[in-house]
């Protein structure tokens, strides 16, 4: 009776598959696909109206997230601006608009008013992605009638990867979240 030896197979299985786990498991590779967040440092919001044009910034110049400078955003009572938002990662010198842009079914921006300015200022959101639904890189505001108010407008950049986006709800993923002090005059 012959027996069989299991060992040369066992060992050519695995002098073949040793080589195929190292590449697999390649973690000096940077993860540059879909769903990945992006590095924002700066966010700007251009308000118009009329030939009135306003600028204001939101800088992280170390990119860390936590120390955002901030400037004020000034409203004339009774006025419509058309707004727009721009990201930047000065890091690495990268416009992140654009790849907002071209991931728009994977993005959105909330813009909610607080302080005494919340029921004077509203935004409502006039871009869409391919699927019919706000992304919010450009928008109107609105402010009502009324005397001399302070308040904030906070601006959220959700990102859709693991839940998808229904236009209405925020995602558990946020690349930006920054308060802008209002003062309408």
Known sequence: MQTLSYKPVFLLLVTMLLPLTF????STEPDEGPGEEELITTITLTLSAGDMTQTVSATDPDGDGTDFQIETITLASGT??????????DINDEDITEEVEEEAEEHQFFYMVGGQASGRVSVSITDKDDNGLPVGLEFTLTVTDGGATTGTLRVVLSHFDEEPKNGTDQSDETDVDVTFPIEIQ
Do not use: I, K, M, N
């Not at 601006?81 to 721009?86: F, Q, R």
């Open 80 to 89: 419509t601006y058309t707004g727009s938002v721009e990201l930047a990662d």
């Open 23 to 26: 590449l697999a498991c390649d």
